[in-house]
Every structure is written in C-alpha cells, then in structure tokens.
C-alpha cells in the first residue's frame, strides 16, 4: 500500500511539473495579458473544482469578515482569492523567463525603494517580512533584478525532481536559497553580511512561536524573525507585490519597524513578533482578496499548546522520577 501511494505521488509531481513547463511555453508565446486572463480562469475553475479548499477559504473569511459582509458577498471574497492566485501564478512563470530589468518592470511599479537602500547603508542586514500576498513569489527575483543582495528560507519539496527545477529557478544572481533546517547560525551570518533575508511570519506552522492577534483572534505566529532581529540587529520591514489592476503590479518596500528590547527575552519576542504581524495584517486588510485564506491560520489554538506543554512537563517529571529510582537500586 505505501509503495503505490509513492508511485501516485511521484506521477502527480511528474505531472504538475509537466504543465508547470507546458504553461512556461505558453508564456512564450502568447501576450502577458492574456496568459493572466486564463490563468484567472483556471483559478476560477479550481475554486469550483476544489471543495475543500473552497470551503476553508469560505470558512476563514467569515470568521474574518462575518460581522460586516454578507454570505454573498464572502462567497464572491472567496472566489476572488482563486482567481486572483491564478493571476499571480501567471506573473510568477512570466518572470521566471525574462533577465531584462526595464522588461521585467514593465508592469511593475516599485515604491519605496528608498527604505532598502537606507537599510542597505546602514549595513547591519535586512529581515525582509514577506505576506503569503498578491505574487509574493516574484518577490525574490524582483529584489535581485534591482541589484540588491537577497536570500530566503526555503522548505524543501519531496519530489526532488520539482523540488530542483525550483531551486534552479530559485536561484538567480546571488539569490541565495537557505534550506529550513540550516542552523541558526548560518542564517545569522548571512544577516550579517548584510543582505536581505526574506521571511514569512503569517501561517501558522510547526515551529516555535507564540499567539498574535488576527483579525481580532489569537493566531500562532513563528517567532523567528524576531528572534533573527534581536540576534542580528538588522532593519526590519515588510516587502509585497501587489496586483492593482488586471496584469499590472506594485512591489511596495514598508518603512523600518521598530525593534524593541526591553531586556526580558521572552517578552522582547512576544512584542517584535506582534509588531511585524500587525504590520502584514494591516496589508492583508488592505488587499484581502489576495490573501491565501484556505490556509487554516487558527489552526493550532491556546489550549493546544497548553495541553502540548503540559504533556511534556509531566514526561520530564516522569523520565526524573525513573532515573531517580534507577539511582536507588
């Protein structure tokens, strides 16, 4: 049985990298405007095809905006978000084909740019916070193409074959891709050679973090940027891009955050990992119909983590207890 949900797993990845590369020719060929018109379609046409995902999507954005829009109006949200990840997913594979910086900004309308040069300056390193918004995943080619040193942290794909065709993509002019599970370490001294490091602080993931508020409810919350940002001294602001307007584009640089440190680690992250998430949840209220909102971002809850904890203070005592005894004998 496991040995034939491999197999079914490695066809589905043939797959998908089949029309990831199918869908790259047809970029080639046809004009941008089109290539987003369709791939909103296929958007469109997931949303009705994917029901659980429809579903959490529905789900999520009422618990987010139940108290000021209608069902219809939700359900409409909804579809939107589809569509509009179907738009991103074509300005992504656009990009990915083209070198020429004046080409690559063509639709593109950069503000801000000011704040990572003075970042830059400064040269204590950038933590480049980055919302699961709009085409976050041009973001690393846009940074390069403005000649700015930049790298991420990456989880790695289980299919080697897609996960190395993205690596490959991934990794132009410098960018450096930082595999999740390289040691702190490393990724702090890349801070300190003053780059850009980009990072995604709005998904509720396995890591250490702590509850922020989303839209008004307690929300898990990775905390390493702001344990990088303690650590490094580096500036800190959010980067997006931002669709306005059929295939037309805004990668927008946020002014510095404020990093505080109050001497009380613990609290230093709970304080810097609230402000850099109310900085991203201020652009996602802005443009919420770009957001990726089938993840379940409430997912883990407090009691959760309480229970998790309790769970591991009464196996420390046990494992205490045992060698106590063993002491004894």
């Not at 296929?42 to 009705?48: I, T």
């Not at 978000?81 to 910086?101: H, M, P, Q, S, Y």
């Not at 410098?174 to 370490?185: A, D, N, T, W």
Request: glycine share 6%.
């Amino acid at each position: 049985m496991g040995k034939l949900k491999k197999l079914r797993k490695s066809i589905k990845y043939s797959l998908l990298l089949g029309l990831i590369k199918a869908i790259l020719l047809v970029v080639k060929i046809f004009p941008w405007k089109w290539t987003s018109i369709f791939c909103a379609q296929v958007g469109a046409a997931a949303f009705y095809m994917l029901k659980k995902e429809r579903a959490k999507s529905i789900q999520n954005l009422t618990i987010a905006y139940g108290d000021s829009k209608s069902t219809k109006e939700i359900y409409r949200m909804a579809r939107k978000v589809f569509t509009n990840l179907g738009r991103g997913a074509a300005e992504v594979l656009i990009k990915l084909e083209i070198d020429d910086k004046e080409t690559y900004f063509s639709n593109v309308e950069v503000v801000g740019k000011e704040h990572a040069e003075k970042a830059y300056a400064r040269g204590k390193g950038i933590i480049n916070i980055v919302p699961h918004l709009g085409c976050w995943e041009a973001l690393p080619k846009a940074y390069t193409m403005l000649d700015f040193r930049a790298g991420a942290v990456v989880k790695g794909l289980k299919n080697e074959r897609l996960n190395n065709w993205l690596l490959e993509k991934r990794s132009f002019k410098g960018f450096k891709v930082l595999q999740r599970g390289s040691s702190y370490k490393t990724i702090l001294n890349f801070l300190k050679q003053n780059n850009s490091l980009g990072m995604l602080i709005d998904q509720d993931t396995s890591v250490k973090g702590v509850f922020v508020d989303f839209y008004e409810k307690p929300a898990y919350t990775p905390i390493g940027a702001a344990m990088l940002a303690l650590d490094s001294d580096a500036t800190v602001f959010t980067t997006s891009y931002i669709r306005t307007e059929g295939n037309k584009y805004k990668f927008i640089f946020g002014e510095a955050l404020e990093v505080t440190r109050t001497g009380d680690r613990k609290e230093d992250l709970k304080i810097n990992t609230e402000r850099f998430h109310q900085a991203v949840e201020k652009q996602i209220m802005q443009y919420p119909e770009q957001w990726v909102w089938m993840h379940e971002r409430w997912k883990t809850t407090p009691e959760m983590i309480a229970t998790k904890e309790r769970e591991k203070q009464e196996l420390r005592q046990k494992r205490k207890e045992e060698r106590l005894r063993n002491a004894t004998l």
